[in-house]
């Protein structure tokens, strides 16, 4: 990647007013982060790693990045949400990178590695696509492949809608999965990056199942 294209895609000033924006959005989603045993967790996140979340609606960006406000958060964007020239110029510069969906996108997978390599969080909603009842699909293989390529590790993620508008909103954060660590091998087959989706999938839905068992 050139110079000119990692200028391109690290806009820290744009980036941080988006920031002031989440920062105000606190008192209204007044997020509750808890763990897979129940128990509240602290949101901080050490280092490059990605955030797998479920997908119901197209409030869950500003759900994400309100939670982790005090960093910069790039997010995985379909190129379908950018379909105009106004709304790609902002969300790029909010911090969204375009993938196409419908072919292997190489350029977006090397940004999104180029972003974790320096450090940085991305979220990504890997079952690839809006689930509104809030049900997990199976996860797809991008997140597998770019944890291993930036060799950082995935953090599973679950949050539904408040079932009554004045709860507070619930986030549950699964324990960092290590996929490197885990598949040791230095090309992995495909059967290996199917497993590695499977496991996923398995901690996000262990993540489902705790907030379905603190529901309030």
Request: glycine share 6%.
């Amino acid at each position: 990647m050139t110079k000119q294209t990692k200028k391109g895609l690290f806009r820290y000033f744009s980036m941080d007013c988006a920031r002031m924006i989440y920062l105000a959005l606190i008192p209204c989603f007044r997020l509750r982060c808890l763990g897979t045993d129940g128990r509240k967790k602290p949101s901080k996140v050490k280092g490059g790693a990605i955030i797998a979340a479920n997908h119901t609606g197209f409030i869950d960006p500003f759900v994400l990045s309100t939670l982790f406000w005090r960093r910069r958060l790039f997010l995985l964007t379909a190129k379908e949400v950018m379909a105009t020239k106004v709304r790609e110029f902002w969300l790029t510069r909010a911090g969204c990178i375009k993938i196409d969906r419908s072919i292997s996108d190489m350029v977006a997978i090397r940004q999104c590695v180029t972003v974790l390599k320096a450090g940085k969080l991305l979220g990504m909603f890997p079952e690839g696509h809006i689930q509104r009842d809030g049900d997990m699909d199976s996860v797809k293989s991008g997140a597998v492949l770019i944890s291993l390529q930036a060799d950082v590790p995935v953090i599973p993620f679950y949050s539904q809608k408040p079932s009554r508008w004045w709860h507070r909103r619930r986030v549950i954060m699964g324990e960092p999965i290590h996929m490197k660590e885990i598949c040791g091998k230095r090309f992995p087959s495909v059967a290996d990056i199917e497993q590695l989706s499977t496991l996923l999938q398995t901690k996000m839905e262990e993540c489902k199942s705790t907030y379905e068992q603190t529901n309030f």
